[in-house]
């Protein structure tokens, strides 16, 4: 099976998406340490924490994997944090989406809602993509279009909880974060990486850290949002995914 995606991302630096995909990129240089974050979906208090437990600074870059609104308790006091301060930056997810298509009743600030509407797709650094779903590692990614990049979970999958899912089959040399899917506990497949840990539901708020390769996790303070176990991506070891 070719893997185009991961050689693609390997060997090339500009052009790399479809027409239409907003793409940002990073100079890592620039940072001491950077952090990627999964889903934080309003949660603020959590999202605090974390960044206390990072013991994050002006020289320090923070990346969000993008949902940072809805289902919470605070998605203005979560956007509030994130817009405010230039080192903590986010894509956008699939629930902003949905705010940008005026399909949820969230009132935001008229700062936040300009905030929401400049958010990329993806962010890359070398070595590194961040998108909010995930990629499919069977087509370029030049053919992903902004739905693709913002909902993909399990491209080849009869049932997308059963899998296997989009990093099952991912074998790139760079590093491809993401949330949407809701995991267990966080998990690094050989390349792929999953952040979104539920902490609405009743999970962790969970952070990588790029240059220490390790994982930082926050426990949710209550669960605000249920989710029926069977929307859970539950691991066996290191590699099956299982309901």
Request: aromatic share 6%; proline share 3%.
């Amino acid at each position: 099976m070719a893997i185009t995606t991961g050689e693609q991302l390997a060997s090339e630096s500009e052009s790399r998406f479809a027409e239409g995909v907003p793409h940002e990129r990073i100079d890592a240089e620039e940072w001491t340490n950077i952090y990627v974050v999964g889903d934080v979906h309003g949660c603020r208090a959590e999202l605090e924490t974390l960044l206390e437990r990072l013991d994050v600074s002006d020289d320090d870059l923070v990346v969000f994997v993008g949902d940072l609104a809805r289902k919470g308790p605070d998605t203005e006091g979560v956007l509030d944090i994130v817009r405010e301060r230039p080192n903590l930056v986010s894509i956008r997810g699939n629930n902003e989406a949905k705010i940008l298509r005026g399909e949820t009743d969230l009132d935001l600030s008229e700062a936040n809602a300009e905030f929401v509407r400049s958010l990329p797709v993806a962010l890359s650094w070398e070595g590194a993509l961040v998108v909010h779903g995930g990629v499919d590692p069977r087509r370029d990614l030049r053919d992903h279009s902004v739905d693709d990049l913002l909902n993909m979970r399990a491209p080849h999958a009869d049932e997308e909880y059963v899998g296997p899912l989009w990093y099952d089959e991912y074998d790139g040399a760079t590093t491809i974060f993401s949330g949407h899917t809701v995991h267990e506990r966080p998990h690094d497949a050989d390349g792929g990486v999953a952040l979104d840990t539920g902490c609405v539901h009743g999970g962790a708020l969970t952070a990588y850290d790029w240059h220490a390769e390790e994982f930082v996790e926050v426990s949710a303070e209550e669960t605000y949002v249920e989710r029926s176990a069977d929307k859970i991506v539950r691991l066996d070891g290191d590699g099956s995914v299982f309901r």
